[in-house]
């Protein structure tokens, strides 16, 4: 159990949960049975796991694949891991964002209980890195879903949204409740799925959004330079602001960038 094992943590190695870490760990046996479930992981799967923490959610998805790599920030987390005998998994100890050789584009499925505070980093980073996984299964803080789910024309309609659109279905699936933590976060969370479609998003595109909405009251072409040809050859209205643009349209307008030549695609 996982209070067991913060228990033993703490008279072996005097470890207490780090806030700077978003260190919550998930305790409720049903949750994790769910969103294990919810994965759909099959044996031939390549699977990462970002954020481990005790192993809740990593030990019965070891028993689902043969291929499951784990990256965990906390060294004396990972340290626990190692220990485990019932978990047969890949140990990357590294803050996920600094990251850089973990096959990246190898993975079917990704699983993460997201530390708040970088949520939308490691999701970008994600889409930018990993957007040919199928299924991404993700327990996010509840309050951020307007943000996720942002349609056109909302204030909280951003990259975020975009890329959660153009990379296929987004689903809240269900609300966890803070008491299914130890030690209970301060806010209510909730666990949501994205099923990939037919787009392969990749790192440009991440930036293309950030630039688009770098000022949001901007028109699109005063914030990405040397579109507005793009713009017109595409039928869109060059007075367009990003935040009026439905993500199939900037989906459009970056790919029109790439054909036109790297030069503009590095200014992106």
Not at 19 to 41: A, H, Y
Request: charged share 25%; glycine share 6%; net charge negative.
């Amino acid at each position: 159990m996982i209070s067991d094992d913060l228990i033993h943590l703490k008279e072996q190695k005097g470890f207490s949960p780090e806030l700077k870490f978003g260190q919550n760990f998930l305790s409720d046996e049903n949750i994790i049975s769910d969103i294990v479930e919810l994965c759909g992981i099959g044996k031939e799967d390549k699977v990462l796991e970002i954020g481990p923490g005790l192993g809740s959610l990593s030990v019965p998805l070891s028993k689902l694949t043969d291929d499951l790599t784990l990256v965990e920030i906390d060294k004396r987390l990972a340290e626990f891991l190692q220990t485990k005998q019932d978990l047969k998994a890949r140990i990357i100890v590294s803050d996920f964002l600094k990251l850089k050789d973990y096959d990246a584009a190898d993975y079917d499925v990704v699983v993460s209980n997201l530390p708040y505070y970088v949520m939308t980093d490691i999701m970008k980073k994600l889409f930018a890195q990993c957007s040919k996984a199928r299924k991404m299964v993700f327990m996010v803080e509840e309050d951020a879903l307007p943000r996720i789910m942002a349609v056109t024309g909302t204030k909280q309609y951003g990259p975020l949204s975009v890329l959660c659109s153009i990379f296929g279905e987004t689903a809240k699936e269900f609300t966890v409740p803070r008491n299914a933590f130890i030690p209970a976060p301060n806010t209510t969370s909730c666990v949501i799925s994205l099923t990939k479609g037919e787009r392969d998003l990749d790192a440009g595109f991440v930036s293309f959004l950030e630039n688009s909405f770098r000022m949001r009251r901007k028109k699109l072409v005063n914030n990405v330079k040397g579109i507005e040809d793009i713009l017109t050859d595409l039928g869109i209205d060059r007075n367009i602001r990003a935040e009026q643009a439905e993500p199939a349209v900037l989906w459009t307008i970056y790919n029109a960038i790439i054909k036109n030549g790297n030069k503009l695609s590095n200014e992106v």
